[in-house]
């Protein structure tokens, strides 16, 4: 991993991505999901969502072509920004020259700790590489030194799977719902990007200031019930839930006495139902 500290040079006007890469005989990589934002009203509202002061540290995920961390420097106190394609470098340099509050980090957002670079409270803010959504949220929400706010730009139907409420929640939902509070606070239309995208955006916050939505005594069994929960989509929770190793009976009875019906599907149960179950699993007699 190479980390770049940004010299002070002068500052260079925004130019549409298209140009941008055509100048460094580049084409955008639709394997590493590059679809760059350029409409600089859309990237200056994604900044205001993380109400950046100049006390904040940011991370930026995907920088790109320095759209978005252009945004994130001239509020912000510092911005970690992690770039995984090697080619933007020499671009990220050009464009966020006159910005050392910036360091550019060559890597793979999956394989950073972000406690390497943050010892105190810092803020995530991102246009994330679509194919790995899901991935970067389990990466940060497992890590040990989490952020207190995410500000992502995600797939629509992905910002409605994480807002998603009982009736509608997946794993993911029900794992990020666990630490943060989820909101969807902007729509961002597929023209607002180039390459365009085939579908629209939405920006969404995750605020995780606070303390997880339910009390549970340990997070990595009550995130096994609510995995093994989810694990075969169409079954029902009772059936699931075998596959922790407890008899027919012993989740039947902890399933009455948390008061959730054993033929209901994973995805129609609140954190709190979640958090009953888990209890009543592992208070069994
Ligand atoms: N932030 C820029 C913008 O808003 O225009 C670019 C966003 S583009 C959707 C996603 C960026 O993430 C690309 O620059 C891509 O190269 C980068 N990327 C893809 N996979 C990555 C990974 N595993 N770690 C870090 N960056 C990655």
Not at 18 to 24: D, N, Q, S, Y
Not at 46 to 63: M, T
Not at 94 to 101: F, R, S, T
Request: hydrophobic share 45%; charged share 20%; aromatic share 6%.
């Amino acid at each position: 991993m190479v980390i770049r500290r940004l010299a002070i040079t002068n500052n260079h006007p925004a130019m549409h991505p298209k140009h941008l890469l055509e100048r460094h005989g580049l084409v955008a990589k639709k394997s590493l999901g590059q679809n760059f934002l350029y409409d600089e009203a859309v990237l200056a509202r994604i900044a205001a969502a993380a109400d950046l002061a100049a006390g904040d540290e940011a991370l930026e995920i995907g920088p790109g072509l320095g759209a978005l961390t252009r945004h994130l420097a001239q509020t912000a106190g510092r911005v970690i920004a992690v770039e995984l394609d090697d080619r933007l470098l020499p671009i990220l340099e050009e464009q966020l020259a006159g910005y050392p509050n910036v360091t550019l980090v060559h890597g793979d957002i999956l394989e950073i700790d972000p406690a390497a670079y943050f010892t105190g409270p810092y803020k995530v803010v991102a246009n994330v590489p679509y194919y790995i959504t899901g991935a970067i949220l389990r990466h940060l929400l497992a890590g040990r030194h989490k952020p207190t706010l995410m500000v992502l730009t995600v797939q629509q139907e992905v910002a409605e799977r994480l807002s998603a409420g009982p009736g509608d929640m997946s794993l993911l939902a029900a794992s990020v719902q666990f630490y943060g509070q989820v909101s969807v606070v902007d729509g961002i239309k597929a023209g607002a990007f180039w390459p365009r995208p085939e579908v629209d955006s939405a920006v969404v916050r995750i605020d995780l200031a606070g303390r997880p939505a339910v009390d549970v005594a340990d997070e990595e069994g009550f995130f096994r019930v609510v995995k093994a929960g989810f694990s075969q989509k169409r079954k029902q929770l009772q059936k699931n839930l075998l596959s922790l190793g407890y008899t027919r009976e012993e989740v039947q009875q902890a399933l009455d006495k948390a008061g959730v019906a054993g033929q209901r599907r994973a995805e129609t149960l609140s954190l709190e139902e979640w958090a009953a179950v888990y209890q009543c699993l592992i208070n069994r007699s």
